[in-house]
């Protein structure tokens, strides 16, 4: 019966992964897709592979995102006719040039920002036929916005879930505003205040004010049924995007829109459920079931406590010494994390005997099994498709040093929820509240830790992956031990290949 039920999950996954590649390639028929020539700046060409002169549309990623996040947009206004250019803001993917500034310094960082916007810009204007539009997200949201304000070049910005910088009733010209149903309510009232500029009264979500040929149009959209990341692959977004610049520019293109978000769904949940059956490969580490796994009554304080003083602790240490913005104050809390735990679990253990001892080449190879299906399996797709990935070589030298703060928290979770005595629901619990200690550290320090909030639902769903990774792998080998050593290593390669480089 298991076989069967391995047989038939395999096969699923095998067909969700395939639906899903077929899904997320069909908006790349009928394009030119080429590199762009910016410098050291990494950019991307999308346009109709049947040629033609074109507006340009340059398309700018958010904080922490990379250009492989605007594709979406890239695509659906390239099947439409424009020219479309993505790239990598400083600091971000795999562009070497350190984010000066950073969090502390918004002039300086504004000013790189804007720097690099510029020199692509004047790259990718040739391309078209003169006319420029500009689309950007989050942190670029408000970078186009300040790009496109009285340049003449710039017919048209679309911005999405910015913060709302400085603007007029008819500058920058021709701006389409839109957010998040789901996002906070201070994105939502910024939205509703630029557009109110251009309104009679109290701006209504989906109508135009002003007008297109005096430079004067603005438009509020509140997408629905999103937050701060699902706003990219919303059909609305794109919808509204294109038709925005379309009438921006005269003009009437249509085609695919790239709203990719169940296509990503089907390949990374086929390739996550590939990882149960594949798990029954991997090689017996321990005769008995290992970990330090205790009931409830002696275990919720173990739980509690690192959730409650890590923040706390870190507000009173230096947690700066890393070139990673927010990746420096979240390896720092990791370590802190895994130290009171483990710190916890002695205490609530002491005197007792310890468990039986895994086999260390099984674990080895193990761990470096999860790890590769991890970062290779999981991550080749993410990078293609979703966000960088796989760290450029000016951000490797980074894992090693993450994993310092990433190994003991895990090592400490895993051993102090699985076992034969672990309490029902203790891994999902623990990592509940160690995202709850993430939003208390920002409650403390919402100033520099305020983006650690936009983070937030995208740990939740790589500690969902680490979670089965961690029970599948602990019924086969009888060890937490490999997938501890695995989901540290996955976890600081994505933080370092993802989390803004800053220089120090």
């Known amino acids: 019966m298991r076989r069967l039920a391995l047989g038939m999950v395999t096969l699923l996954a095998l067909a969700g992964i395939a639906l899903g590649l077929t899904r997320l390639r069909a908006p790349l028929g009928g394009l030119a897709v080429a590199p762009l020539a910016v410098g050291e700046i990494p950019a991307t060409v999308y346009r109709p592979a049947s040629g033609g002169a074109a507006p340009v549309v340059v398309i700018a990623h958010g904080f922490a995102g990379s250009q492989q996040m605007m594709q979406p947009f890239a695509t659906t206004l390239a099947q439409a006719g424009f020219t479309a250019v993505t790239f990598d803001f400083p600091g971000h993917g795999r562009n070497p040039t350190p984010l ?17 916007l510029g020199r692509v810009a004047a790259a990718a204007r040739p391309l078209g036929d003169g006319r420029l539009a500009l689309l950007g997200h989050s942190m670029a949201a408000d970078i186009v916005i300040r790009w496109a304000f009285a340049r003449p070049e710039a017919a048209a910005t679309v911005a999405f879930s910015g913060f709302g ?75 509204e995007a294109r038709a925005w610049l379309n009438a921006a520019f005269g003009r009437d293109g249509e085609g695919m829109l790239d709203a990719r978000g169940g296509a990503i769904g089907l390949l990374l949940g086929g390739l996550l459920a590939l990882a ?16 330090g796994g205790l009931p409830w009554r002696r275990f919720w304080p173990v739980a509690v406590l690192p959730a409650v003083a890590t923040p706390l602790l ?43 001892r895994a086999a260390p080449l099984a674990v080895a190879v193990a761990a470096l099994a999860i790890a590769a299906y991890a970062i290779l399996g999981l991550g080749l797709a993410l990078d293609r498709f979703v966000l960088s990935f796989l760290p450029a070589p000016h951000r490797a030298w980074l894992v090693p040093l993450i994993l310092l703060g990433t190994l003991p928290w895990f090592l400490a979770d895993e051993w102090a929820t699985r076992g034969t005595a672990a309490a029902r629901l203790a891994y999902p619990a623990t990592k509940a509240l160690f995202l709850l200690s993430l939003l208390g550290a ?63």
């Open 314 to 356: 870190l507000r009173l240490l230096p947690t700066g010494f890393l070139p990673i913005l927010l990746g420096d104050y979240l390896t720092v809390h990791c370590a802190a994390y895994g130290a009171l735990t483990a710190a916890g679990l002695w205490w609530a253990r002491r005197g007792e005997a310890p468990g039986a």
């Open 442 to 504: 920002v409650a403390l320090d919402a100033r520099r830790l305020f983006f650690l909030i936009i983070i937030v639902p995208v740990m939740l769903v790589f500690l969902v992956v680490f979670g089965l990774f961690g029970r599948w792998s602990f019924r086969a080998t009888g060890s937490p031990l490999p997938a501890a050593l695995a989901n540290a290593l996955a976890l600081a390669w994505a933080m370092a290949a993802t989390f803004p480089v800053v220089p120090r």
């Open 276 to 291: 149960w059956p594949l798990s029954h490969l991997l090689p017996r580490a321990a005769a008995a079931p290992g970990g």
């Open 165 to 239: 910088p400085e603007v007029t009733a008819d500058q920058p010209r021709n701006l389409l505003v839109a957010v998040g149903a789901w996002e906070p309510a201070f994105l939502q009232e910024a939205a509703r205040r630029i557009v109110a500029l251009a309104s009679p009264g109290p701006p209504e979500p989906e109508t135009t004010y002003g007008a297109f040929d005096a430079g004067t149009a603005r438009r509020l959209v509140l997408v629905q049924g999103v937050e701060h990341i699902g706003i990219l692959y919303a059909r609305q977004s794109l919808a």
């Open 100 to 116: 000066s500034g950073g969090l502390s310094d918004d002039k300086a960082a504004s000013g790189v920002l804007l720097e690099a």
